[in-house]
């Protein structure tokens, strides 16, 4: 990895383009400043509430089980995907120049490039989780012991980085040499091709094959695993065991729907479409906010635990 950022470095030294100019919201003129102030709370927020899931799981021994380890896994994926991409936005909206490097444009790109990837993989493994759960409740502590738990919490990054570092170096590859101006507030595999002065077609296809590798794959297995879940719970003849069943999946639901609605309408909306921006602000701010409220809102044994908490510290006080 060491490697790889510093060929960025030297390539960010020998490209005529030195930085790029993201454009943002520097068209709402005096709505900078308030949308400052909404995307700051939104973040803290953000992180606030992911990183507090994390504490609950590690500090409640009854929430150490594969199930919560993944959800905490994810809360963490969620912290590191906007504090790759917020922070440069908010210094966006105040700064007079509105610019950032070559290389820190490819960190960037490579950086929520590969925690986008990571969670896809994550969520399909969440799943694979559930329909083990729900489908083999008998062999599920058998199957999904710690040497399994463990592989499969990791192998989401494996996937997710080796992947994007290849559609990372061949962009690095290409010749910039004109225009560097980005209608968005980060930096974007098809927005930064599209800058290129020589022809990107080869890496076009690497970061196409890539993209359908890294989301494409996970999402059909997703899905999959979502329709067999469904499947083996309408099956379930009490009616109790039915309607805990599909309370434990909805949030798992809510949080993948959420998720792949939003990631389908940026990348299928018209390539520098004046919108694009809007939406994409939704993908990255709004909906990982909203996942750690899902799964304290929505999940009971989390509930439980806030709960036992705030009485522990009312009691100790």
């Known amino acids: 990895m060491t490697i790889l950022f510093g060929n960025l470095m030297d390539k960010a030294n020998n490209t005529a383009v030195e930085e790029f100019i993201l454009l943002a919201f520097s068209d709402l003129y005096q709505l900078q400043i308030p949308l400052f102030f909404v995307i700051l ?3 803290i927020m953000c992180v606030f509430g992911n990183f507090l899931i994390v504490l609950l799981v590690i500090a409640e021994p ?66 694979f989780d559930r329909d083990l759960a ?21 192998l989401p990054w494996i996937v997710g980085v080796i992947h994007v570092v290849i559609s990372t170096v061949f962009t690095a590859k290409l010749e910039f040499c004109g225009p560097n101006e980005i209608n968005h507030f980060m930096c974007d595999f098809p927005l930064v091709q599209s800058l290129a002065c020589s022809h990107p077609f080869i890496t076009e296809v690497v970061t196409s094959f890539g993209g359908f590798f890294g989301a494409v794959l996970p999402f059909v297995a ?96």
């Open 62 to 127: 009854s929430l150490h089980t594969p199930m919560y380890l993944f959800i905490s896994e994810l809360s963490v994926l969620e912290i590191l995907y906007v504090s790759c991409i917020i922070p440069n936005l908010l210094a966006n909206l105040i700064a007079d120049k509105k610019s950032i490097s070559f290389s820190g444009c490819l960190i960037q790109l490579f950086g929520h490039s590969a925690l986008g990837s990571t969670e896809c993989y994550l969520l399909a493994v969440m799943a």
């Open 134 to 154: 729900i489908n083999k409740p008998l062999h599920y502590s058998a199957i999904m012991n710690k040497e399994f738990c463990v592989m499969f919490a990791v």
């Open 41 to 43: 709370f939104v973040y």
């Open 222 to 317: 997703t899905v999959g695993l979502y329709i067999h879940i469904i499947i083996v719970i309408l099956k379930i003849n009490s009616a109790e065991s039915k309607q805990k069943a599909f309370s434990t999946l909805s949030s798992h639901l809510t949080v993948a729907g959420l998720y792949y609605i939003t990631v389908i309408i940026v990348y299928t909306v018209p390539k520098g479409a004046h919108y694009n921006k809007f939406i994409a602000l939704i993908y990255t701010v709004i909906v990982p906010l909203m996942n750690p409220f899902i799964y304290a809102f929505r999940n009971k044994d989390i509930k439980k635990t806030l709960i036992k908490s705030r009485r522990l510290k009312l009691c100790q006080g």
